[in-house]
């Protein structure tokens, strides 16, 4: 009697130690596929940030950039660079003109930044007083609207062609100074063209 007694509890207590085995296994086996579930999703989720912040691409339209950038020529934009900054002097911008979404990308320099008096008289352009010597343009024949010294608003930037004579930029009063929504983001890598190879926009 005893004797069935001790192999009924030695069973049973093998079926207990089993079935805790079976519950940890269990346990186990799901949190190895939650977190291979997580990991997939983390890794779509920074797939697509990654092509949102620097795989959206635009084509040069014209010769208002050259030579730096030439038409035809791939750029691609950096859409989060001015979520934490504000653009700067010397920056190469995409935007939509008067912010219509139709609007094809134009692509142009910022010369000057909020607060900033520009005028272009004799060919130089002229900030806060003095001649802009990081200008990359040698001469700006037309001064457009900036004949007259303009005054940027707390939201407003001046931008400008590198290839001077054949833009249409802040001077023209189709354009005019440009708003900070209005700039898509910034320009930071351009392909291969006929003339250059590719690299990083300056």
Sequence with gaps: MAGRRNRYNRKRGSQISFRKREKRFNIVSLYEVLQWVFLCFAAVF???????????????????????????????????????????????????????????????????????????????????????????????????????????????????GDNRNSSEDSRSANIGNISREMIEGKTWYHGKGKNSDKGRVK
Excluded: W
């Design 46 to 160: 920074l797939g697509v940030a990654i092509i949102y912040a620097f795989g959206i691409k635009t084509s040069v339209i014209g010769e208002s950039m050259e030579p730096g950038l030439e038409s035809g020529q791939e750029v691609f934009i950096n859409k989060v660079a001015y979520q934490f900054t504000a653009p700067k002097q010397g920056d190469v911008v995409v935007f939509r003109p008067n912010g219509n979404e139709n609007a094809h990308y134009s692509i142009k320099r910022v010369i000057a930044v909020p607060g900033d008096r520009i005028q272009i008289t004799n060919g130089k352009v002229v900030i806060n007083g003095s001649v802009y010597t990081d200008d990359v343009a040698d001469d700006t024949r037309d001064g457009g609207v900036a004949q007259e010294e303009i005054t940027l608003g707390a939201d407003e930037y001046f931008v400008l």
